[in-house]
């Protein structure tokens, strides 16, 4: 593959040990003499360095590569904002493995240098598409790269809605709500609410109710192109929201139509190439190694 | 679509009632003027009726249509035994709603009417090809259209092994076992043992652990087309056992490989047009019908 | 046991069929010639009949029996108002089978007729009393009978918090929150949420995470007596709620303490004499009567 | 509270670092001038030390203590076989934290003299009486402290029984067979099973359903002294067993009834005073610690 060039960096400063990274990653693209355009909310932090800032927009456009220092929520934001440019994104983590982070501030030398030279895997995943209706008249909506979430808000009693998918009926449900979540949200809060891992080269959504009243209600994987309807309940006391990714939020009311379908233009994670889904499940969820008879615990 | 001629006719004679429907089946396709193949074990059942009978070899090789009386079971080995004729079937049960066996007897004269006539839905299944291999040589296999199963057989203590996907390493696991379950699979004996429901469409599998001594380990949904391989661990007072669709069982042993593959040939099931897959789902798993204010549940 | 002489009745008109319900059973009452309580606040509804009414305070200690006409939801209330008066409390539905209320409007005649004259049974619940402390002050508090329930309110990121049982630390939990389910609130929110049920003669309450990060995070009984203490993490972004019964909503703030013990005082429900709580497990969660060879449901 | 001065000694030498650690114990024991009793079966193991043996009948009558060396099994086996002599049991693991065994081979100088001198904790756990009957005449049982299992034997279909609960009809169900769980048994198989965590302290029994075919048969905690009965369904074609603890089997047939009752007589577990069940939860579960607010996974 192709080396790149020309890097954008993004980052989210809530912790300070992001800027040391941010930092050092700066002074490794230096050194290796790439072209490099930093957001420009980062010029406050970063100072007066011989670094060019630029906002998403001329970022998504002019790079051949994002760089995104944070957590997984840090690349959740960037993956909304620049799906568009056909720009590919890498995470840099600030210390701990994430599902979407995947090169530590000590490996920068080495395996971001590889990646950086041509040699890594890219991953496609797909985003989710929200539209919300009232009376059939668009009310707003967002892209999701996790998960689309509707939830009580500040309602404390559970919400009533019907679901339909590829405009067939599927259930009425009375529940604190439904997650709606690309394989990439699989192991983030759907998996929290008891849904299935989906490997993340699959191209299916996972619909998972939140606490419903019916015991039978299970999480249902259907496919990635399918069409999600949910129409919400009439009852005037309940003031739902809707929320992707866990960032974006939406108020709704009764009687509105949450449209959720696959984005057309799909992302390109970027990782070094001995990057490995299972390796990361096994590290995130504390699965067991290798079977080793010494190593039985005796429950 | 093309409506069906040469129709073949299988049933299991567990229930009486069974062979009412058979008899009033045979008087219907008599009364439409098809050619009727009939499986030969029914002979001794049926009498000397005028029909003309054929092991399944025969039959899966002369007819257009095999329709099973029976329930999902009687269906779940009709698909391994004729899936590489390419004959598609059609499931009348005795006189219940499956998820494999949709015509109803007191339905004969005008669904299965308009199925033969060409009105009909198409639904293509996918099948799992379970190998087992000993020291690398091959040990057995079977077919299974809706699991494969990997449970203790009579020994009582956990089962060890490691789990394999696409030649990588998942994760080593102690449990009652591992069930491998196709989407048909998904609503049977893997959703008892808490695996999401995935669409009859999707091409994934999902792989549900039973009882595991690692809390974390969840259900997993993977592509179709991966391969999946179960290492038995050594210890030695172990008797596990290997059943396909719960009907096929193998005897395995230590050390012992489990080779688990889509099955290249697909299984087209037959349903009237008026076929949801969701329908089936409120009724079997009793999810609630539309949304009506008198109706709430006050839990 | 002794029969019932002074009654009194509360209802709430939320359904045009609870006020027929109520007409019908002020008649009977009338008809047996019971001195008859009416909450005050239903004179407007049932106009000048020759009905005494009275404030909760005052029903509360002049009766023997206080009856509840309506769902769950109201008997939830009247427990947490009446149970320091000591009275017991009889549910008559408007036409459901309820956990709580467990006569008919059809059966007034018959079932609550044995109940006046002597004939019934007595169960014993427990409630749970909250107390919220901020820097160590009170800050208020309330009863419940079903549970109590620490969640987001109107944030949507997870909370955080320590919780503590009788004084020993247990675990910190990121997650959408806890409740805490009385043997009586364990057939109700928590079960949707995964929690087990509690036969209703058990001192325990039981603790469930609500879609907790950690997988590991599993439901917990513990004995009826314990003290539960939640201290919420200092993260300033998060306005959580604490709701009693679903119905009497707290906002707390980080750092606030969260304190639920055992109400000395029990509530007494009067059930008919031939009340069983697994029928009504059975008629409520569908679980299966009596074995019968032909009702297998093949699936 | 009063130390110990005789003591007895029991172990299983299936690991060999049990052998160490219990020649480690009998030298401490003798430096500290205690009267030992090893169990006789561990004769040939440990040579012609100068120590005392006896059978377990003996030592249960001879001793004021019993320290078993291993695993969570060896403790399991041991309180079957001395609860009824009223000796109290302490274990010491050969190396890991378990919940019955508490106490770290490097610990013993120290904990494990605390302990002798008088500084500890006890914790009265209660067992389970299993009784098997067929047509009413008795067929054998056992003790358990874990769990009593119905689970399907070498059958590969699903069981078929009636459950009562003092003498109460509860429910009908198909699965893979029911866990029948002492709080001690709570945090093993039952959980693994998707059982709640009991506290050690609670008089309760869990039962919780494998597999169920019916998605809303849930777990449920029932008094301690509750009678449970199972009645197995009449087909033929299954061959149940009935296991107590992971370790004693009975074969069962159609018609059996599997009686569980709680033991009369409890057992003593003997703590270092430090002991913490929610600790060792923590521990074995992997639960979070305290808060602290860079340690957020962000998932």
């Known amino acids: 593959m192709q080396g790149f060039r020309r890097i954008g960096v993004l ?4 912790h300070p040990q992001v800027l040391d990274t941010l930092k050092a990653l700066l002074a490794f693209l230096e050194r290796e003499g790439k072209e490099v355009l930093v957001e420009e909310s980062l010029a406050g932090d970063l100072g007066a360095a011989n670094v060019a800032y630029a906002d998403r927009d001329h970022l998504g456009r002019a790079v ?5 220092v944070g957590g997984d929520g840090s690349m959740l934001a960037a993956a909304r904002d620049l799906v568009h440019y056909g720009v590919p994104l890498l995470g840099v983590n600030r210390g701990r493995l994430g599902f979407l982070t995947d090169i530590h501030p000590a490996e920068i030398e080495t395996r971001l240098k590889e990646v950086l030279e041509g040699r890594y895997l890219v991953s496609e995943r797909f985003l989710l598409a929200l539209q919300l209706l009232r009376a059939g008249r668009p009310l707003g909506g967002s892209l999701a790269l996790n998960d689309v979430v509707l939830h009580p808000g500040k309602s404390v009693r559970m919400l009533e ?5 590829d405009e067939q009926f599927v259930y009425s449900q ?5 997650i709606v979540s690309t394989p990439t949200g699989s192991t983030a809060y759907a998996l929290s609410a008891g849904g299935p891992i989906l490997h993340p080269s699959l191209s299916a959504m996972v619909l998972v109710p939140m606490n419903p009243h019916t015991l039978t209600s299970r999480p249902i994987a259907i496919p990635g192109d399918s069409s999600v309807e949910i129409r919400l ?3 005037r006391d309940l003031h739902p929201q809707v929320t992707c990714d866990g960032q974006v939020d939406f108020c709704v009311e009764p ?17 070094p190439r001995d990057h490995n889904f299972y390796a990361i499940c096994r590290t995130k969820l504390g ?7 010494e190593s039985h615990i005796e429950r």
């Open 174 to 178: 009375r529940s604190d709500g439904l």
């Open 255 to 271: 009687g509105d139509l949450i449209r959720i379908e696959r984005e057309a233009t799909t992302l390109k994670l970027i990782h």
């Open 11 to 14: 980052a989210s400063l809530h």
């Open 161 to 165: 809605f019907e679901l339909f998918i």
């Open 233 to 235: 309940g009439e009852r």
């Open 287 to 293: 699965w067991a190694s290798r079977l080793d008879s």
């Open 64 to 68: 051949e590569l994002v760089i995104v």
